[in-house]
């Protein structure tokens, strides 16, 4: 998504190496998507479904249904 719009930027960080931002992220596997602190994607996901849970509402669980 970084490489389709200027508004979005993304890191990428070794977990290993920086151990306070695995601590102050809670990283407990990899990979972990962070967005705007407040959504948390853990593990691969096909693009489609990475998206949509990216765009959802913090603390709104995509497989819920409402």
Do not use: C, W
Not at 9 to 15: D, H, K, L, M, Q
Not at 22 to 50: M, S, W
């Amino acid at each position: 998504m970084a490489f389709a719009s200027p508004n979005i930027t993304a890191f990428a960080v070794e977990a290993t190496e920086f151990p306070d931002l695995a601590r102050r992220y809670r990283v407990t596997g990899v990979p972990k998507t962070v967005v705007n602190e407040n959504v948390e994607i853990l593990g691969a996901l096909p693009q489609d479904a990475f998206i949509e849970q990216a765009l959802q509402p913090a603390g709104h669980d995509a497989n819920a249904g409402g």
